[in-house]
């Protein structure tokens, strides 16, 4: 009986033991396997931008050649660990106010699941800052706007590094302005004055105060003029610049108010005047138009070609994208397309958002992304530059990109000069 | 004293002010109301030409005929459809003021629709400078100055010398009576409609080559008119006249003194005239 009971309580133990074993071996068959890397996964980028309003052709006129960029971009896409990922760019209408810039970054982020925004450069920065902040967004966007400055500047930005720390200034406008003025006194080193020229709105402004002491510092010759927003006619302007010496009038960007001034400084006699814009030339066709093919020629604005840069080393392959960008471009809108001054704005910042995430090692952690950011170094149509991390603003913005210039010459854009961009103030 | 070139500015200014207030006042004289669209129709005349001129390669001079014919047709039509029953009894000053006020912007979306938003530009039909030593002065702005004195002494001449004209005082001065004496009041208000709309055609037209061509253009042309006519006196043509060479000429010297301070400066002006003279220089004073 013993022997009985022993022998089957082994076999019992026995089955017991071979069962568990059994058991975590089909445990071990049925565990599902590690994620292979599938076909590529759509992350949803927004692009707030004013596609309505007077400020729309600025924001329509370069559409073909942001999703040119973005179809050259995902034939490769970007790899993450061993996970490749294409961007999908969503834009939406902001129409250059506060009110549609919040209802834009409210429509990508709810409806579009955008974690993310770039190309950005509408006169609504807080309005958009004040929604994508909350949501841990992150937003590059650019400098300069009254609002888009630090709070901490003389006059008064909005930008405040500790309630907005996913906002990348990742186009130095402001600084670009500086460095423009720069690029004209190198391409004239014999001007007399220059005439800078903006909005009243910006009058007083944390910008204007920091690019006036800035150029005082480097010793630049310039005077000022505001004009009120609407206004058509500049010859009263053009002729208090002209009497003050300036023989360079630059613009800040408004570019139908810089049109009215090439024309009418033509009509007033000055042809020696040169009228530059920190801008650049959105369609040769509309400038020789509006202005005029003679009152035309000389025209100075940004040039934004990547492979025209004299001091700027930019990746090859970098060109050769913003090259096939071009062409498709062109195709897409059926004919000659030769506007660049997009490539520091979608192209640029979708590259250092990408580069990031790579860094990173994730494309959903806004903090592990914005860490990747502050400090990173990057390789962008505009050459390749490290970031100033948290030194400048508090904001991770680029700097080192060109302030490259050009002129006009027989109707075609000709490359002037060429300033690097350093810090403000 | 500002130099040559601020008063040609102002001249030019003056031109496209007294023009459009011109046909403005001529509107409110028969119908009794301001014609708040009158910008947009200087809008829709530039846009005329500008295609007549690129798109068809009809010369300068005839296009703007052309604009002033289709916008003056299209100003009756507005009269036709919108004015005249607004003014008929049951409604009150308040409903025809909202409706020209609302084809504003029905005007400027149809045209950024039709035409882009877009700054057009067309060639200067008359390039050149014509260079005086001290000064400058563009031919382009030269033609408008010509334009302006020719549209004054051919409306001069309609209104004075012809049966047409004849109707349109007889119309203004005693409308019940000119009814009397067999004149189709109704039939007025629409000529003068499309008169008015008309001058503000070509005067958009005729500022095409020296200004860009979009659907805001007309805005600040309206208000700057607007504040002629209340210069000159409301109803007063010579008063149109008087008021937009005024403004026009204190505009581009104030704004060559004292840069973008100048506008703060032009109204305070304005409302200093109105404070002296409430019914503007040429208006009748208040019974």
């Known amino acids: 009986m013993i022997k009985w009971y022993k022998v089957s309580s082994l076999l019992v133990v026995v089955v017991m033991v071979l069962s568990l074993l059994a058991t975590a071996c089909a445990a071990e068959q049925q565990k599902p396997a590690p994620p292979q890397p599938t076909g590529p996964i759509t992350i949803n980028v927004g692009v707030p931008m004013p596609l309505s309003g007077t400020a729309a052709p600025w924001g329509q006129i370069p559409t073909p050649l942001r999703e040119g960029f973005i179809q050259v971009f995902n034939k490769d896409g970007f790899k993450v660990g061993d996970q490749t990922y294409n961007i999908k760019m969503v834009q939406v209408d902001d129409e250059n106010t506060p009110e549609g810039g919040s209802a834009a970054a409210k429509e990508l982020i709810e409806n579009d699941g955008c974690k993310f925004f770039v190309g950005h450069w509408s006169w609504n920065f807080s309005a958009i800052a004040a929604v994508t902040n909350p949501a841990k967004v992150i937003f590059l966007t650019r400098n300069g706007a009254p609002d888009a400055l630090p709070a901490s500047w003389a006059g008064g930005g909005a930008y405040d590094p500790k309630t907005m720390p996913y906002v990348v200034f990742g186009t130095p406008s402001q600084e670009e302005f500086l460095a423009d003025c720069f690029a004209l006194v190198d391409a004239f080193p014999n001007y007399k004055k220059i005439g800078l020229v903006d909005s009243s709105v910006s009058k007083g402004g944390p910008g204007w105060i920091a690019v006036q002491k800035a150029l005082d510092k480097q010793g630049v010759r310039w005077a000022s003029e505001w004009f009120t927003p609407g206004t058509t006619d500049f010859s009263p302007m053009l002729t208090r610049l002209h009497e003050e010496g300036c023989d360079i009038v630059f613009v800040a960007g408004w570019v139908g108010e810089y049109m009215a001034m090439l024309k009418q400084r033509w009509e007033l006699g000055y042809k020696d005047m040169h009228i530059a814009c920190s801008g650049p030339f959105v369609s040769m066709d509309i400038y020789q138009s509006v202005v005029g093919v003679d009152a035309f020629e000389g025209a100075i604005g940004s040039y934004e070609a990547p492979w025209a840069f004299k001091k700027t080393k930019v990746n090859p392959n970098i060109i050769a994208q913003c090259q096939e960008t071009l062409k498709i471009a062109a195709q897409t809108t059926g004919g000659p397309y030769d506007y660049t001054g997009e490539f520091p704005w979608v192209p640029a910042h979708v590259e250092i958002l990408t580069q990031a995430m790579q860094k990173a090692g994730s494309v959903s952690d806004p903090d592990a992304i914005m860490n990747a950011i502050r400090g990173g170094t990057f390789d962008t149509t505009a050459g390749k530059w490290t970031m100033s991390g948290a030194q400048t603003y508090g904001s991770p913005i680029v700097f080192g990109t060109p302030a490259s210039l050009c002129s006009i010459q027989n109707g075609k854009e000709v490359y002037l000069s060429e300033h690097p961009m350093e810090p403000l103030p | ?287």
């Open chain 2, 1 to 287: 004293m500002p130099p040559a070139g601020i008063w040609i500015d102002g001249l030019v200014q003056s031109c496209i002010y007294m023009t459009m207030a011109f046909g403005m006042v001529l509107v409110f004289s028969i119908l009794g109301i301001l014609n708040w669209t009158h910008g947009q129709f200087y809008m829709l005349g530039a846009f005329v030409v500008y295609y007549a001129v690129t798109a068809a390669g009809v010369p300068f001079p005839l296009s703007l005929l052309i604009s002033g014919v289709i916008v003056g047709a299209l100003g009756m039509v507005v009269e036709k459809l919108v004015i005249e029953r607004l003014t008929g009894p049951g409604y009150g000053l308040l409903a025809v003021t909202a409706a020209t006020m609302a084809l504003i912007f029905f005007f400027e979306g149809a045209a950024g629709m039709a035409f882009g938003l877009m700054a057009k530009g067309m060639a200067t039909t008359l390039p050149g400078v014509l260079d005086m030593g001290s000064f400058s002065i563009s031919y382009q702005k030269i033609a408008v100055i010509i334009f302006t004195l020719v549209i004054m002494v051919a409306m001069y001449i309609v209104l004075n010398r012809t049966k047409v004209g004849k109707a349109i005082r007889a119309t203004a001065q005693q409308p019940d009576a000119a009814s009397l004496y067999g004149v189709n009041v109704g039939w007025v208000s629409l000529i003068v409609m499309g008169i008015g709309c008309s001058l503000a055609a070509m005067a958009g037209g005729i500022m095409g080559p020296v200004q860009s061509v979009d659907p805001f253009m007309g805005r600040i042309p309206m208000i700057m008119s607007l504040l002629a006519i209340v210069i000159g006196g409301l109803g007063s043509l010579t008063g149109a006249i008087v008021g937009g060479i005024i403004l026009g000429l204190l505009n581009s010297v104030i704004a060559y003194k004292i840069s973008y301070f100048s506008e703060v400066a032009l109204f305070l002006l304005v409302i200093v005239i109105l404070l002296i003279r409430p019914q503007g220089l040429f208006g009748a004073a208040p019974k």
